[in-house]
Every structure is written in structure tokens, then in C-alpha cells.
């Protein structure tokens, strides 16, 4: 078992940057790839990002390639979604989840955070 919680979430601007983190209680990160998923009301989860477990791993979504990027650290049991040039279509409710398996697939993830709202006014 594994509890995770997302922080970093807000109100940025077109054009501005965010960090999300999402932070790992209960068990090490380090034995779960992690996703970074985001949902708006009415739609389906949707993949972001995916890191392996040792992070020399990752995959994003086209439509965040260049401008987001996903990091960890297995030291501070965590794992960081990194947010440049966003958009108002990036405005959603982002969730980091945990998997045995490297997926771009949301039934994939076991474990879930609560997820931080992120706002991009134009």
C-alpha cells in the first residue's frame, strides 16, 4: 500500500511555468512507475506522463511533448511533473498515480493521490 499526494497546483498565467510534486507515504516510490494524469469535468482521465522506476525512463503525451517534462527523486520519495509554456487547454485536475507496469493507461495505476487543481487563465 501506498498513500500519494500531489502539491504545486494553482492559478498561472499563458506562457508561465508550475511545478507539481507528487509525494509517496507508507511504501518507497521507488518500487512503482509513476504517472502524472489530468481530467477536466466530463472526460476521461488523461495521460500526461509516465516515469520507470529507476527514472532513466519517461514518456509524455503529444500534446504536452516540449513543454512538460516528469522527473523523480527515489531519495525524497517523490516525483515532479514539470509544467513550461502552458496553455488554457492545460487547465484540469492533475493526479499522480502508481503502477507495477510502465502504461500510458489509467486502469494501469493501483494507487491514486486526491489530485491539485491547476488553473492557466489566458
Known amino acids: 500500500q501506498v498513500q500519494l499526494a500531489e502539491s504545486g497546483g494553482g492559478l498561472v498565467q499563458t506562457g508561465g511555468s508550475l511545478r507539481l510534486s507528487c509525494r509517496a507515504s507508507?511504501?518507497?516510490?521507488?518500487?512503482?512507475?509513476v504517472g502524472w494524469f489530468r481530467q477536466v469535468p466530463g472526460r476521461e482521465r488523461e495521460f500526461v506522463a509516465v516515469?520507470?522506476?529507476?527514472?532513466?525512463?519517461?514518456n509524455v503525451a503529444r500534446s504536452v511533448e516540449g513543454r512538460f517534462a516528469i522527473s523523480r527523486d527515489n531519495e525524497e520519495n517523490t516525483v515532479d511533473l514539470h509544467m513550461n509554456n502552458v496553455k488554457p487547454e492545460d487547465t484540469a485536475v492533475y493526479y499522480c498515480?502508481?503502477?507495477?507496469?510502465?502504461?500510458?493507461?489509467?486502469?494501469?495505476?493501483?494507487?491514486w493521490g486526491p489530485g491539485t487543481q491547476v488553473t492557466v487563465s489566458s
Open positions: 498515480g502508481a503502477s507495477g507496469t510502465f502504461s500510458n493507461v489509467y486502469r494501469s495505476y493501483e494507487f
Open positions: 507508507g511504501r518507497t516510490l521507488s518500487s512503482f512507475v
Open positions: 516515469i520507470n522506476w529507476s527514472g532513466d525512463s519517461t
